[in-house]
């Protein structure tokens, strides 16, 4: 996946998402709360906690979406 390639909403998107994986635990943390708050988000706070529990896919995904 190229960033080039993606709308400009989809860009902010992973931006969003990387920055919300490189944050200190406290403020991921936070992120997973407020997105459990909202039904819409349910899915994306799930996935934030796998990947809170694997941190090797955490820093996988960094990797990736920094490449992007």
Known sequence: MRLASLTRSDQRRVGDLLRVLTSPSEVRA???????????????????????????????????LSRA
Request: charged letters at 40%; hydrophobic letters at 45%.
């Open 30 to 64: 936070d992120v997973i709360r407020q997105f459990h708050k909202k039904p819409d988000r349910q899915e994306m706070a799930d996935l934030l906690i796998l990947l809170e529990e694997w941190e090797w896919a955490r820093q996988g995904m960094i990797e990736e």
